[in-house]
């Protein structure tokens, strides 16, 4: 039996990709695509079955893709219907983020550079009740240190593109906010963490 599958991501051609390896497989069908918050709940909203798994990024545009996750919850209750699995596929891998994540309902966490074979065993795992995270995840939420909770989300979000090198004008760009909010985001996280360079950060 073919189980139905949502995804939630802002980037276009990311779903496509997405929705082109999920069907490869002969076992999924994507029943919907959404690129907004708004966009997702107004798919769950109209489907007249819930899918069997939510794929669903953290960045979308401006908005957190998390705050999808009570809309979830409030929605099956209010129709009181089994909420289907909730999988994050993230490009963000910081220990608050996947915490949060868990948290807030998410049955796994993933990142986007996974291998196929990785995507569909965390997919198996989450729709057979499990919850899936990577080795390396889960090593690195056993080695966080205290530090990260300091942090707002966008902070993190921050923090993380500085940890893959981008230069302010890139982390800008690539979350969508004016340059002198992303020089506040780090001023703050020098502030907080005592760091006196980038290559400080880099640590954390």
């Not at 889960?138 to 990260?148: Q, T």
Request: charged share 20%; aromatic share 6%.
């Amino acid at each position: 039996m073919m189980q139905s599958v949502l995804l939630i991501d802002d980037h276009p051609m990311l779903n496509y990709g997405l929705a082109s390896c999920l069907e490869e497989t002969g076992r999924f069908v994507v029943c919907g695509q959404a690129e907004s918050l708004a966009q997702a709940m107004r798919n769950v909203e109209n489907l007249k079955t819930l899918p069997a798994l939510v794929i669903l990024d953290i960045l979308l545009g401006e908005e957190n893709g998390l705050d999808f996750l009570p809309f979830l919850e409030s929605f099956c209750g209010g129709k009181n219907k089994p909420k289907p699995p909730v999988l994050v596929c993230s490009v963000l891998e910081d220990p608050f983020r996947i915490r949060t994540a868990l948290k807030m309902g998410a049955c796994g966490y993933i990142s986007k550079t996974s291998s196929k074979a990785e995507l569909i065993n965390a997919i198996d795992t989450v729709l057979d009740g499990g919850m899936y995270l990577s080795s390396e995840h889960n090593e690195m939420l056993e080695e966080s240190s205290s530090v990260h909770s300091q942090f707002t989300m966008r902070e993190l979000d921050v923090l993380n593109c500085i940890k893959q090198n981008k230069t302010n004008q890139q982390i800008a760009k690539f979350l969508q906010i004016n340059l002198r909010t992303v020089e506040n985001h780090i001023s703050n996280i020098y502030f907080k963490t005592g760091a006196s360079g980038r290559q400080d950060l880099l640590k954390l």
